[in-house]
């Protein structure tokens, strides 16, 4: 099936550092998603991106759709306690398939 | 965005009986919505996919019969866990898709805690 490679799995940061994650898969997709969860919620749209090579930015929040259509990164800059949370790329070709998440610890 | 409610957001019940989680989309109309379920610090995994007016496709290894899953109306799935086990408690969390020309985007539901004792 359509494995997503997610890393890093988790990172702590300081607050006001940037964040990188990114998505990695041995198939294309049409579409790369980033969502937000928090604790006891559902996932929270973020990012769609649509097109290889998109780069796409949300406020604080940017994305890219990797030419090759294999891969995906989404960056957070300046981070604030409130972006603590698991983030999760989906790619979607036929179905939509969820990375492992990164759990995103911030330190005031 | 799209809003997309769950109901009940938590339940407790007895093993041995039965549990049923509704799903609506508020504002648009899904052709499509998905269950998925979720344990402590793992990833979503997806149940089912549900069709509105057909019946759902199961993911391999999701019992049909344990997880009924109803897409009634274009705003509303539901799914029924049968003769329920300890087991069965986790997270479970809805999803419906909006889809046009170009895009694919899915929105989800809050989620549902399930505990069985």
């Known amino acids: 099936g359509q494995q997503l490679n997610q890393s890093p799995q988790s990172m702590f940061i300081q607050e006001g550092e940037d964040v990188s994650m990114n998505c990695t898969s041995s198939s294309i997709f049409n579409t790369w998603l980033w969502y937000k969860q928090d604790p006891g919620e559902g996932p929270v749209l973020l990012i769609a991106?649509?097109?290889?090579?998109e780069l796409t930015s949300n406020g604080r929040l940017t994305a890219q759709f990797g030419i090759t259509r294999k891969d995906s990164f989404l960056n957070i800059s300046a981070s604030i306690p409130s972006d603590v949370g698991i983030y999760f790329c989906a790619g979607q070709r036929n179905d939509m398939r969820f990375g492992a998440g990164t759990r995103l610890t911030v330190k005031p | 965005g799209a809003v997309v409610s769950q109901h009940p957001s938590w339940v407790i019940c007895k093993s041995g009986t039965s549990v049923k989680i509704e799903c609506r989309s508020l504002d648009f109309q899904a052709t499509t919505m998905f269950w998925y379920r979720q344990f402590p610090k793992q990833s979503l995994m997806l149940m089912a996919t549900?069709?509105?007016?057909?019946?759902?496709?199961?993911e391999q290894g999701v019992e049909k019969d344990k997880f009924l899953i109803n897409h009634a109306s274009l705003t509303l799935s539901t799914l029924t866990v049968t003769s329920a086990h300890p087991e069965d408690s986790s997270f479970y969390i809805c999803?419906?898709?909006?889809?046009?020309?170009?895009?694919?985007?899915?929105?989800f539901g809050p989620g549902t805690r399930l505990t069985v004792t």
């Open positions: 999803s419906a898709r909006v889809s046009g020309p170009g895009t694919y985007e899915q929105y």
């Open positions: 549900s069709n509105e007016g057909s019946k759902a496709t199961y």
């Open positions: 991106l649509y097109k290889a090579g």
